[in-house]
């Protein structure tokens, strides 16, 4: 199949990985990718963000299927286009995809579908977040409605912070307070077709700088999956999954058809497992929802798939998941370190060359996953705050962890940093 992805992360390189691991072999072009990319796939320079142009390269180029991996281009509304000339698709149409691009519209949609979450409150002045602040009291939670990479949310005791960060936000549109919801935290990735929609497998990200849960909000700086304490309270993985299906995702797909806006692509469930309960209790709310695969939970979650993706996307942009069987998964865990450059998130310093990425990659279950790279005069640079993934797979979080962190120990980008505590506490 020729597939177009578009993106230039390391979430884009992880679908890249995993279309390449499939025994049939798809021509993948990448638009615009990265150096890392670059070495395994072909790779076109054009605006990802532009349905105009990727439409016409699409159809140029007679491409069967298009995976959009980003959130900006669907808020931008790139499938819409590819739809209205007959292009499949992955990825929800600019409507749909305002269960991302807007906090307020999520936060309806799941009113409306009688989704579980915590309260919302939406200002658009000072005076309206500091009555907010009021109503719902410390920790505040304060969220731009709108894209922010990642790092539009605050959570503090800080008053004084949490009214910094939405003066800020406010100048470029509305703000959410919430309430604070104490818990574990699950990503759960969900294909829909529209109408319905199958699972993957729960992962968990750290989204802090730094090790212990310190430091700014990131994109996200690791990750891990499976998720062995679920079975502590749920007796199996698959308990959770199915009823996280059944409360959330199957009745959010549902209300955004009746809408009219029917959801295509991913639907990544930000969940959190409250501490309602005491130990082994809990209620499950959404946090947040996005329109696209997380970053970086794709890359633990993707390794583990043995079913083809293709299979799945594809599927999914024709509407005929329910032909499918649920996608199966490796026993194997999957760990997941960011190397990010210095400074990151606030002022990453870019320009830096990185070395030792062929040693790194000799490390057994070890596969490295470029995020903000680019190739000159032999050279590998960093170009972003978040620079490489490095996945390590193995029997178990122990062994994984051990091929994640040694392959880093090989890699040399001065001012690097990255957490040194992702997945510990499972090998706890």
Same mark, same amino acid.
Request: aromatic share 6%; proline share 6%; glycine share 12%.
């Given at each position: ?23 049939? *072999? ?41 995976? /959009? ?8 509304? /790139? ?10 698709? !992955? ?49 505040? $939670?304060v969220k731009a409605d709108g894209l922010a990479a990642g790092k539009g949310v605050l959570v503090t005791d800080d008053r004084a912070a949490a ?5 800020? @936000? ?59 304490? &679920? ?8 308990? !959770? ?8 995702? &199957? ?12 959801? $295509? ?31 970086? +939970? ?14 799945? =996307?594809?599927?999914a942009a024709t509407g005929t998941l329910a032909r499918l069987p649920y996608p199966s998964f490796s026993d194997e865990a999957a760990v997941v ?8 998130? +606030? ?5 830096r060359e990185i070395t030792g990425l062929s040693e790194a990659a000799e490390v057994p279950g070890v596969t490295i996953l470029h995020a903000g ?16 993934? $490095? ?16 392959? =880093? ?8 940093? @990255?957490?040194?505590?992702? *997945? ?5």
């Amino acid at each position: 199949m020729k597939i177009l992805v578009l993106g230039s992360g390391a979430r884009e390189h992880a679908i890249v990985e995993a279309l390449l691991a499939e025994e049939a *072999a798809h021509e993948i072009t990448v638009a615009p990718g990265n150096a890392g990319i670059a070495a395994r796939v072909e790779t076109v320079s054009l605006d990802a963000s532009n349905g105009r142009i990727v439409t016409q390269y699409a159809l140029d180029n007679e491409i069967e299927l298009v995976v /959009v991996g980003p959130e900006a281009p669907l808020v931008a509304g /790139v499938a819409d286009a590819l739809r209205a000339k007959g292009v499949p698709v !992955f990825g929800p149409d600019k409507a749909a995809a305002a269960l991302e691009g807007s906090k307020a519209f999520a936060k309806r949609i799941m009113e409306q579908a009688g989704v579980p979450t915590g309260r919302a409150i939406r200002t658009t002045s000072l005076d309206e977040l500091n009555a907010a602040l009021d109503e719902l009291g410390a920790p505040h $939670v304060v969220k731009a409605d709108g894209l922010a990479a990642g790092k539009g949310v605050l959570v503090t005791d800080d008053r004084a912070a949490a009214i910094a960060h939405a003066e800020y @936000y406010l100048q470029h549109g509305p703000v959410l307070v919430e309430e604070f919801l104490s818990g574990q935290e699950v990503s759960l990735f969900f294909l829909a077709d529209g109408h319905d929609v199958v699972p993957l497998s729960p992962a968990q990200d750290y989204k802090r700088a730094h090790d212990g849960d310190e430091g700014p909000n990131t994109g996200g700086m690791g990750a891990y999956s499976p998720l062995p304490w &679920l079975t502590d309270r749920w007796g199996a993985e698959a308990a !959770f999954v199915d009823e996280v299906l059944d409360t959330i995702a &199957l009745p959010t797909v549902r209300a955004l058809e009746a809408e009219g806006t029917p959801f $295509v692509g991913l639907l990544y469930c930000g969940l959190i497992i409250t501490d309602e309960g005491g130990p082994g209790g809990g209620a499950v709310r959404v946090i947040e929802f996005n329109a696209r695969f997380g970053d970086p +939970e794709t890359q633990v979650v993707l390794p583990r798939l043995t079913t083809p993706l293709s299979q799945l =996307l594809l599927a999914a942009a024709t509407g005929t998941l329910a032909r499918l069987p649920y996608p199966s998964f490796s026993d194997e865990a999957a760990v997941v370190v960011v190397l990010a450059s210095e400074g990151y998130p +606030e002022n990453p310093v870019t320009g830096r060359e990185i070395t030792g990425l062929s040693e790194a990659a000799e490390v057994p279950g070890v596969t490295i996953l470029h995020a903000g790279t680019a190739h000159s005069d032999g050279r590998f640079i960093a170009t972003g705050g978040r620079v490489l993934g $490095v996945v390590g797979r193995g029997d178990g979080f122990a062994a994984a962890r051990e091929a994640a962190y040694t392959a =880093l120990g090989r890699i040399r980008l001065d001012g690097g940093q @990255y957490r040194h505590d992702i *997945a510990e506490r499972v090998v706890r």
